[in-house]
């Protein structure tokens, strides 16, 4: 008999296309989406910032170290969009001591935040300066009388000062009416006054001669007094507020201009003071009989 040979078994295995590939394009799925919110949010960001700002975080990725040693708009600065620490005694701003009590980092935030408003208020006074220079400017009426305008900045607000002049006087002879070109200097001083929130003071003076009629019991100090409350009126007339009004005095000789002689015409004057903030609540204050100095006292006493 012939050997009989074994059967040759061949097993194909058959591949269905389509089959399970993993999961790991789920996960470059996810990063992609990330990176692109990250991107879009940054974009965003960017947009909202002012342009200090972004300076300040160019800086900080040009020279990171050197900015977090020396501090500046792009670290520990109240003005950075990312705010800095530290517990360098020479700077005020943007820092943070973290062993504060909860009291005192309240009182930080709150001068912080006092601190800020300040800044705005000196920001719109300057520009209600400017404003007002402008309209002396651009009006012919005005510009003949600059001279007689003068306009600064003080520790209580925005002054605005009409002087007389020798032969230029805002009023009549001894009296407490105003000229028609005072008028028309009140009246474009009182219109550009409501574009800010503040409150006003006046204050009439006179030079140190004395009344011709002071027999009568009517002197400088009842002379400045009308003058400012006459003021006071055209300023309304031209368009001020009434209730923009906080205080009006006369003040008669008592407080010459500058360094001039005590008979000097520039003595004679209205000032108009836009008061900020802090002047106001201290006039207010010192008028409904707080002593302001002792209030003062004790907010540092706590």
Sequence with gaps: MSEQKAPIIVKRIKKVAGGHHGG??????????TAMMAFFLLMWLLGSTAKGDLAGIAEYFKTPLKVAMQGGSGSGDSSSVIKGGGTDLTRKDGQVNKGA???EKKSYNLEAAKAELERVEAAKLKQLKERLEGAIDSNPTLKQFKRQLLIDITDEGLRIQIVDE??????????????????????EIGLVLNDVQNRVSLSGHTDAKP???AGRGYSNWELS?????????????GGMAEEKMLRVVGLGSSVPF????PLDPVNRRIS?????????????????????ADEAATREEK
Excluded at 24 to 33: E, H, L, N, P
Excluded at 258 to 261: D, F, N, Q
């Design 24 to 33: 790991a394009w789920k996960i470059a799925y996810a990063d992609f989406v």
């Design 101 to 103: 009590t909860k009291a």
């Design 166 to 187: 020798q032969n230029r006087p805002m009023f009549n002879l001894a009296s407490a009416e105003l000229q028609p070109y005072t008028k028309v200097i009140l009246h």
């Design 211 to 213: 009344y011709s009629n």
């Design 225 to 237: 007094a009308d003058r400012a409350n006459a003021s006071r009126r055209e300023l309304i007339a």
């Design 258 to 261: 500058g360094e001039a002689a």
């Design 272 to 292: 108009i003071i836009v008061m900020n903030k802090r002047t106001e609540d201290n006039v207010t204050k010192q008028a409904s009989g707080v002593n302001v």
